[in-house]
């Protein structure tokens, strides 16, 4: 797996590859990207969106990608994939599960708010990559029950610990929540993202807490779940299983 800035994952299973949430881009409306560009990601076999919210579902990043490529997406969403052009749309509700190519790719409950600026009403939704390394991509989500679901169920676990802000508004992870949340699921590894890609234009360094969420993720998991390894990626770095 080749973590590439924000949600945005490229995974390697059993020869299959996803996309999770693409974010291609150096701008998104106030935000740019201080982490390294994206270079070329090549053919992919399935693109997978968590939600409708424009650092996660984005139209520019989109286009990029080529339409006849299948594309998971939460239920509501199926319009707005057509108009981009994409044709093989899955729309999913948490508890449904999707063939790509042998692999099986089951929607996962998520406690965020649905998307504002698409008239799609989508609840958002986590996924987990069921072949080879079960693997669990969290998208957007806050500490809530249903994460018990999926503890016996993943080797690794795809964690969202930061944003861009001086903080992580309700509905997502913070390092101190998404310790918490890998209490709850206990994989064998946990790669934090959602951390160190953006920060608003008129900032010229990125705020202190997002500097240090790894290390506060880190130290905060060490105590709640000593057996999770914990590998830190930056953007562009990849990992595999051994």
Same mark, same amino acid.
């Given at each position: 797996m080749t973590w590439l800035g924000h949600s945005t994952v490229l995974l +390697?299973?059993?020869?299959?590859?996803?996309?999770t949430d693409p974010l291609l881009r150096n701008r998104v409306a106030h935000l740019?990207?201080?982490a390294p560009a994206v270079p070329p990601i090549g053919p992919v076999d399935a693109i997978l969106l968590s939600h409708a919210h424009l650092d996660h579902l984005d139209i520019p990043s989109l286009r990029r990608l080529p339409r006849d490529t299948p594309v998971v997406v939460p239920a509501g969403l199926r319009r707005t994939m057509r108009r981009l052009g994409y044709e093989r749309v899955h729309e999913v509700v948490a508890g449904d599960v999707v063939d790509i190519g042998g692999v099986g790719v089951r929607a996962t409950f998520a406690s965020h708010p649905p998307g504002r600026l698409l008239p799609s009403g989508a609840e958002p939704v986590g996924y987990l990559i069921q072949g080879g390394t079960p693997t669990y991509f969290a998208g957007d989500t806050d500490l809530c029950d249903e994460l018990r679901e999926l503890h016996g169920h993943v080797q690794v676990a795809l964690l969202p610990i930061s944003g861009w802000g001086p903080r992580v508004p309700e509905g997502h992870l913070d390092p101190d929540r998404a310790a918490q949340a890998?209490?709850?699921? &206990?994989p064998k590894t946990c790669i934090p993202i959602h951390w160190g890609t953006f920060r608003p234009l008129y900032r010229r360094r990125p705020y202190e807490a997002d500097e240090r969420a790894p290390q &506060?993720?880190? +130290?905060?998991?060490?105590?709640?779940?000593?057996?999770?390894a914990i590998r830190v990626l930056l953007p562009g770095e990849r990992w595999a299983t051994e």
């Amino acid at each position: 797996m080749t973590w590439l800035g924000h949600s945005t994952v490229l995974l +390697d299973v059993a020869g299959v590859r996803i996309l999770t949430d693409p974010l291609l881009r150096n701008r998104v409306a106030h935000l740019k990207r201080v982490a390294p560009a994206v270079p070329p990601i090549g053919p992919v076999d399935a693109i997978l969106l968590s939600h409708a919210h424009l650092d996660h579902l984005d139209i520019p990043s989109l286009r990029r990608l080529p339409r006849d490529t299948p594309v998971v997406v939460p239920a509501g969403l199926r319009r707005t994939m057509r108009r981009l052009g994409y044709e093989r749309v899955h729309e999913v509700v948490a508890g449904d599960v999707v063939d790509i190519g042998g692999v099986g790719v089951r929607a996962t409950f998520a406690s965020h708010p649905p998307g504002r600026l698409l008239p799609s009403g989508a609840e958002p939704v986590g996924y987990l990559i069921q072949g080879g390394t079960p693997t669990y991509f969290a998208g957007d989500t806050d500490l809530c029950d249903e994460l018990r679901e999926l503890h016996g169920h993943v080797q690794v676990a795809l964690l969202p610990i930061s944003g861009w802000g001086p903080r992580v508004p309700e509905g997502h992870l913070d390092p101190d929540r998404a310790a918490q949340a890998l209490e709850l699921i &206990r994989p064998k590894t946990c790669i934090p993202i959602h951390w160190g890609t953006f920060r608003p234009l008129y900032r010229r360094r990125p705020y202190e807490a997002d500097e240090r969420a790894p290390q &506060r993720f880190i +130290d905060l998991a060490a105590s709640l779940t000593p057996e999770v390894a914990i590998r830190v990626l930056l953007p562009g770095e990849r990992w595999a299983t051994e």
